[in-house]
């Protein structure tokens, strides 16, 4: 187990469905636009948002499109100011970006899940891994000097979690995903807005 390290209070939104999610898709580092659906679901992170005391808040987000277009419908309404970090991209999957899942070949057993099948992700080839995912969470979790607002995608945000947590990249397959959720963590807890 990873050991429990205090950070600041943070909000983790991930971005809304994008066509390629509905595709079932490999995105990684290529980007497509967010469905109807992925734009309600970024309006309602923002009701859920409206209701809570953000004063001192900053806010950061992803640069990819879709996470940046989520934060735009969710977050620009309540912190004007969103700022974007590259360690909040989602995870590279190399030589699978845009690539339909059915069509991938992996000799691993996979357990699909609400972020897709884990699995897809630590095996892709010339991908980033895991191990270099939880690399740049935890350099970015370090340099944060205060409460955030987070914008990213779905596997950042399990590890971004898990590292919160002090639980390590073991606990990823544990964390509860999905599309359009926010979750709070605050003094090593972890509660999801409904």
């Known amino acids: ?33 967010l469905t109807e659906k992925g734009r309600a679901q970024a309006a309602r992170q923002g009701e859920l948002l409206s209701g809570l005391d953000l004063d001192g808040f900053a806010a950061l987000s992803s640069p990819q499109g879709r996470a940046f277009e989520t934060a735009a419908i969710a977050v620009a309404p309540l912190i004007p100011l969103i700022r ?21 070949r992996v000799h691993v057993p ?15 080839p010339g991908g980033e891994g895991f191990a270099g995912l939880e690399q740049r969470c935890r350099a970015f979790l370090a340099d944060l000097a205060g409460p955030v607002v987070i914008v990213t995608h779905g596997i950042t945000s399990r590890m971004l979690r898990c590292l919160s947590l002090g639980l390590g990249r073991d606990a990823l397959a544990n964390m509860p995903g999905g599309q359009g959720n926010v979750f709070h963590l605050k003094d090593g807890a972890q509660t999801e807005l409904v």
Do not use: C
């Not at 974007?84 to 690539?99: A, M, N, S």
């Open 1 to 33: 187990m990873a050991q429990h390290i205090d950070f600041p209070e943070l909000y983790i939104l991930r971005h809304g469905e994008t066509v390629w999610n509905a595709e079932n898709r490999m995105q990684g580092g290529l980007n497509s636009p």
């Open 84 to 104: 974007t970090d590259d360690r909040l991209r989602e995870i590279g999957v190399g030589e699978w970006q845009g690539k339909v899942r059915d069509d991938l």
């Open 110 to 124: 996979v357990v699909d899940g609400p972020d897709g099948p884990l699995a897809l992700y630590e095996h892709a």
